[in-house]
């Protein structure tokens, strides 16, 4: 299983982005996906979640501005995307995504991480 993160950079502050994130390899079923990121320094936090099912989560400091989104093709090749709008400084960050997946049927669930994108916004 991969996941291959995509879409990071350098932005001006109020600027936007979309982070891709696609999934790939023997998965059976993705349940939840999800948008972490540290910035240097401090902890990783939850930016954003999106169940199979399509229910979100932000954190506060995100709501209204970044927008979370799932393609659940057909295909084995799951993305979930973050646009991010009205972008800050405070935004700026290594930013992870995440998927809690079962392999085959009948296996147990387990968490994957994705490589890390950058995204820097400049003030």
């Known amino acids: 299983v991969q996941l291959q993160a995509s879409g990071g950079g350098l932005v001006q502050a109020g600027g936007s982005l979309r982070l891709s994130c696609a999934a790939s390899?023997?998965?059976?079923?993705?349940?939840?996906m999800a948008w972490y990121r540290q910035a240097p320094g401090k902890q990783r936090e939850l930016v954003a979640s999106?169940?199979?099912?399509?229910?979100?989560?932000?954190?506060s400091s995100v709501k209204g501005r970044f927008t979370i989104s799932r393609d659940n093709a057909l295909n084995m090749l799951k993305v979930v995307y973050l646009q991010m709008n009205r972008l800050r400084p405070e935004d700026t960050a290594v930013y992870y995504c995440?998927?809690?997946?079962?392999?085959?049927?009948?296996?147990?669930?387990?968490?994957?991480w994705g490589q890390g994108t950058q995204v820097t916004v400049s003030s």
């Open positions: 999106i169940t199979s099912g399509g229910n979100t989560n932000y954190a």
């Open positions: 390899g023997t998965i059976f079923s993705i349940d939840d």
């Open positions: 995440s998927a809690v997946l079962t392999v085959n049927r009948g296996s147990n669930k387990a968490g994957y």
